[in-house]
Every structure is written in structure tokens, then in C-alpha cells.
């Protein structure tokens, strides 16, 4: 009887759970492929790189050919930044399964270690044996054509993007969205570090030191920042509600919101941060929304905003007091929590942007403004929080990390941060998601697919145009400067809503 539906859903919505019932499975069951498959994967899920590897190379001690190990432990190595490693173990899983996926990561690896010749040809290889139909053909042309690029073959690499342009034109949300998704798995490796809601924390925290100008409700880490907390909650700061966040959950999974420390102070495994009680309203419901990040280049650095987004809207009414704080449905505004409630009102009609639980940002800031706020002046405040953001990760070296591959190798990332709106019109940065999901209400795929396809226009579309002269062609050819420069006019030409950063 297979465990993996019922532990599957465990582990996406309570992984400490999952961990525990896991391991005594797995030493119950030692020779059991699928209780050590699962247990490797609720490491995954958390981010634990090094564990999850111990176990799925245990899996492999049972099962030597087993495809979804052989394929992780590369891309854990991958996720850790360990790219002549992952090299390796893509190798090792194309060697026993030969998979057209572990072919095109092997050439995407060669491209960061600067291998390109090497990765131009293992890309060609893949493209020439690979069936017509799969998925990861778009993915092998995008990454050919940036090796060409790389490798000053410019030509080429215009052959390879105008094929990649007609997948495009025939299914321009599948394509671009799949692109989206698999290049953000594939990102540089310290994006990881934030989307864990305690290393965020930590590094907002120290940032707001040097650069007060982003908002970000003050955070403590348990168990490191208990002291620290106790101080500021016997302070005349100290705020009337709290939310406690679980570490390393999603979609909202484990939040609470008190008003009182005594029963949290002791945990281990939490963030606990100022709630933000003064939420503006909608309808008399709190919302968050989902903003989008864009960066295009790390060195020269270029980031953008998106100038549309997601609200997402709390069914219950907004009206806490101190003998009734309220619970999930008035304060967490994930949708997902909230399927079965029954004021949850949502939209099917994908052109209605201001109506139920979900609604666009743009509906949201013209809200604003009708409630006698400043819905543009919110979305350059909303702007500057990006561009705060963007800064701190390049203060903390992470474009700098990224930048010692070969520029192409990294594909545009987009990043979410979900920002609240306070009732004076100002936002405040919650959380980060390094992967924002591409699918949902209807709304949200309309919205979600205009911005994929932003994307895939603005990074692939051919250099050389049929009024490019015999000149300009040639520089072109011979130039990098020439080649990043036009790149830098198409994304410009191209980028539809994003708005660029100050970074």
C-alpha cells in the first residue's frame, strides 16, 4: 500500500510532523525505497540540502538506478551552489536512466563553471536525441543560446531563440511560465537563504541598521533573539498583537497571531514578529499583496518592479480586541487556509479585478485613492521597498557570488516579497518567496501570464533584426559590449509593466 499520497500532503502543510513519522518509518522499513524517498523529500522541502542528500543517497544503497534519487542529489548539489559536484551527479543519473532533463543540466552546469564550449556542444547533443515533445526542449534553446552568446557566437544563438520564439507564439503562457518556474529552481544558490523566515529575519533586521529606509515590522528568531524580545515586550513599544510564524512553513501553514507571549516565548523553532494591527481595510477585511521582483543582470545590477499584482483578502471581518484577538480567518490572508469558509468569495471571471478574495493591485490602488489616500504615491513607496530589498542582497554579496559564472548562465529571477498596506497607505515588507507560484484563481493565471510572458520577451528575443545593417551586424559578432547593449535596449523595448529599481 503506497504511503506517499496521504505523508506527500503531510509534508507540504506540517513538516516537522512529517519528519518524525518519517524517520521512525524508514527504521522500521530499512529497506523501504519509498519511506527513505519521502523522508529525503521533507529535507528538501526544508531547505536541508546536506541532509536530504544523506538520504537520498541511502534510497540509491537500496534501489543503485533509482531515477527521482539520482536526479535530487544533483539538484541538491545545484541548490548548494556546488556546481562541478552536481556536475557529476547528473552525469551519474544520465549514465543509468539517460533522461533528456539530466542531459540539459549537465550543459547548464558546464555553462556556470565557464566550460561553454563544452556546454554548447552537450546542449546540441541533448537537442539532436531528444523527443520532439518534451518539456525540456524550450528550456535546452533558451540555455544554447545564452552559451552562444557567452561564447560570441551571436549568429547562432538567434537561430536557436527565433525556434524557442515559435513554441512561444503557438503557447506563449506554457512556455513562458515553464521557463519561469524551472529557472527559479535552478537560480543562483543564495536565494535559498532568504525564503527560510528565520534567516530573512536576521538579515531585514541587520539591514534596517545601515538603511532605515525599508519597513519591516521589528522580528525575533527563537531561540537566539529571546532576550531581545522580552525586552521589547515589556517596552513602551511593545505592540498590543503578535504573529508567530513557523520557521520554515509556507502558505501561511502554522501562523497565529496573540496577544500574549507566555505560551510562544519558549519555542524554538519560530519567528515572532510586531504585528502590523493597523492593516488598511478592504470592505473590512485585511489583505496582503504579492509584488514582483525582476532581476536582469548582476553585474551591471538591473531590477525592476511590476507595476501589477495579487491582493489576496482574509474572509472573516477585521475587529479584534484584546479579549478576542481573532483567529486565522480574519488575520492570515492566504486563500489556500481558507477554501472551505464559507464567506470566501472568489471570482471566476478572470477580468473581475475588484471583486471577492482575490483582486489585482492595480484595483487596490485606485481603491486607495478613493478612500482618500495616495494609490500612486503607495506604489512608489511599494517601488523604493523593492529597491531596498534588492540592495540588500547586493550589500550581502549575493550578486557578486552570482557574477562569478559567465553572465548568461543565470536567466532573468523574478521573486515575490508580499507586502501589507497599513491604514495610512504605507507598505511593509512580510515575507519573501523565492518561487512565487504561477497558477491559481483565475485572476491570478491572467495576471501571472502576462508577466511570464514580460519576461520571456524581454530576455529572448533575437539581437539581429532585418534592419540590422552589415555594421551593425559585425559589431555584433566581434563585440560583447556591442552584444550586452543591445540586450539591455530589448529588455528596455520589452519590459511592458516592470518598472526599473534604484539599485
Known sequence: MPLSDDIKDLIEHDTSEAQALLAIMAKALPRSVEAHLLLATSHLRRLEFDTAITHYRQTLAIDPKNDEALRTVAFCLLAKGDYAGALEAFRNAFATNAGAGSLRSMALMLHRLGRIDEAVATYERMLANCQPTSPEIPLALQGLAAALRDAGR???ADHHLRSLGERFRRESVGVASALVARNNSEDF??????????????ALTARQKTDPAGRFPES????KDRAALETFASGKA????????PVRASGGQGISVTTDLSGVIDRDDVVIQRYIDRPYLIEGRKGHCRIYGLVTSANPLRAYVYSEGIVRIAPELY??????????????????????????????????????????????LRRLSADGLDGEAAFEEIRALVGWFVRMLAANGLFAGQAQSPPRS???????????????????LIEMQRTPAARGQPLVERINGELHATIFRMAHTPLIDDAATADQVEALRSSDPARRQRELELEIAGRGKFVPLDV
Do not use: C
Request: proline share 13%; aromatic share 8%; glycine share 6%.
Open 319 to 364: 475587529k479584534p480586541t484584546p479579549d478576542a484577538p481573532g483567529g486565522v480567518s480574519m488575520h492570515i490572508t492566504n486563500t489556500a487556509l481558507h477554501l472551505d469558509h464559507p464567506d470566501l468569495v472568489i471570482s471566476q471571471d478572470p477580468t473581475q479585478e475588484d471583486t471577492g478574495a482575490v483582486r489585482s493591485l492595480s484595483a487596490l
Open 410 to 428: 543565470f536567466p532573468p529571477k523574478l521573486f515575490g516579497l508580499d507586502v501589507l498596506i497599513d491604514d495610512e497607505g504605507h507598505p511593509w
Open 189 to 202: 544558490h543564495e536565494w535559498s537563504a532568504y525564503a527560510d523566515k528565520s534567516r530573512l529575519a536576521a
Open 238 to 245: 511593545a505592540p498590543p498583537l503578535y504573529i508567530v510564524k
Open 220 to 223: 525575533f528568531v527563537l531561540p
Open 154 to 156: 551571436p549568429i547562432a
